[in-house]
C-alpha cells in the first residue's frame, strides 16, 4: 500500500521567506505526484503535478517541486511567499498499478506574517 | 470550470439516523471519490468509483456505503450516524485518461456533526 509523509505540520513564515515543505512516499513502484492547496475557506485546489518527464516540475503561483526518485520525495519550493499563500499544502501520490485513486499525506499547515 | 457540487455545506444529525452526502459533477468525468478530512490526518479515501453502478472500497469504508445510479452523481450514505463521523466530506471527480488520470477536482466539502 501507498503512503504519504509530511513532515511539516505547522510552518510559520515572514513574507519574503523562502519555503520548503517536505513530502515523502513510500510505493513500490511508478508514481504520479501532487501538491494541492487549501486556501481559508476554500475548496482543494491543484498547485502543481509530476507525472513522467524534467523532476523539475512548475506550478500555479510561483511554487515549483523537485521529485528525486532515488529519495522517494517531492518537496515543494517557493523562493518568496507571500501573505496570501497562508493555506494549508497536502502531498499526495498515485501509483501507476493497482487502485487509482489519490493517498494524501497529513498536510502542512502554513501561516505567513505580514 | 469543472464543478463538483456537495448538496450541503454544514449538516448536523443525530446519533443513529441515516445520512446522505450528495456530490454532483458536470465534467463527464468517469472517476468519483469521497474522502474525509481531519486535523493532523489530512485526506483519507473511503470509497470511489470509475463507473456508473460499480464502487471500491478505499481505506476507511467501515460505517459507510455509497450509491452511482448515474455517471455525475456520487452518493455517501452514513447507514446509522455516530459521532466519530463527525468530519468534512469531500468528494472529488476525475477523467480517465492514458496511463492514468490527471488530476482530481474538489467539492467545496460537507462538514457533518453527529450529536
Known amino acids: 500500500a501507498q503512503s504519504v509523509s509530511q513532515h511539516n505540520h505547522h510552518v510559520i513564515l515572514s513574507e519574503a521567506a523562502s519555503l520548503e515543505l517536505g513530502c515523502n512516499y513510500s510505493y513500490g513502484g511508478t508514481v504520479n505526484l501532487f501538491w494541492y492547496v487549501q486556501y481559508p475557506g476554500q475548496h482543494l485546489q491543484l498547485l502543481l503535478k509530476?507525472?513522467?518527464?524534467?523532476?523539475l516540475v512548475k506550478g500555479i503561483k510561483g511554487f515549483e517541486a523537485e521529485f528525486i526518485k532515488s529519495k522517494f520525495s517531492f518537496n515543494l519550493r517557493k523562493p518568496s511567499v507571500q501573505w496570501s499563500d497562508t493555506a494549508e499544502y497536502f502531498c499526495a501520490v498515485e501509483g501507476h498499478t493497482g487502485r487509482r485513486a489519490l493517498t494524501f499525506g497529513s498536510g502542512t499547515r502554513l501561516q505567513v506574517q505580514p | 470550470d469543472v464543478k463538483v457540487t456537495q448538496s450541503s455545506r454544514y449538516l448536523v444529525k443525530r446519533t443513529g439516523e441515516k445520512v446522505f452526502l450528495e456530490c454532483v459533477q458536470d465534467m463527464d468525468h468517469e472517476n468519483m471519490f469521497w474522502y474525509r478530512q481531519d486535523p493532523g490526518l489530512g485526506l483519507r479515501l473511503i470509497y470511489f468509483s470509475y463507473d456508473v453502478k460499480m464502487k471500491e472500497k478505499g481505506d476507511i469504508p467501515e460505517g459507510y456505503s455509497v450509491s452511482r445510479e448515474k455517471k455525475e452523481r456520487f452518493s455517501l450514505i452514513l447507514e446509522s450516524a455516530s459521532t466519530n463521523q463527525t468530519s468534512m466530506y469531500l468528494c472529488a471527480s476525475s477523467p480517465s485518461g492514458h496511463g492514468g488520470w490527471t488530476e482530481a477536482f474538489f467539492g467545496q466539502g460537507t462538514r457533518l456533526t453527529v450529536v
Open positions: 509530476y507525472f513522467s518527464g524534467d523532476p
